[in-house]
């Protein structure tokens, strides 16, 4: 999807009421990225949290946030419910897994706490591992279009 794909956004009436969005916006993006490291944060409410602020404030932001190389494809597959792809559920429980075990092993000496953490290890996986897998194959849709210059230079073959 190219950045002229995105029709016009209805912004915010107000300097102020921008501003306010757009820092909302931001701090939400920044624990989105936070939380793909500190595996109880949860990223993709932050990051859709994002998208809504940006969406609502700054044309040029949202644009970004949407079209951005490591964002974008898993925010817009999120909300438009296709799932999240196989490497990035492997990646996520994996670093999942291993920040609760190094956090209740090396962190936390009381037990009870400890169970915990590993519940809600348990429950993320779960969660994780029930969202609908994409395949970019059920999608043909999405696939790069070629130029009109690639298809005229691919007939003279």
Known sequence: ????????IKIADTKFKRGLLITAGSVSLSLGII???????PTTSFLLLAAACYVRSSRRLYVWLITNRYFGEYIRNYREKRG???KAKVTTISLLWIMISSSAIFAVDVLWVRIMLFGIAVGVTIHV????TYRPED?????????????ANSDKA
């Open 1 to 8: 999807m190219s950045r002229s794909d995105y029709p016009e």
């Open 35 to 41: 939380g793909i490291f500190v595996p109880v944060m």
């Open 129 to 132: 591992a029930m969202i609908k």
């Open 84 to 86: 999240i792809p196989m």
């Open 139 to 151: 999608y043909p849709d999405d696939a790069p279009a070629t130029s009109a210059a690639t298809a």
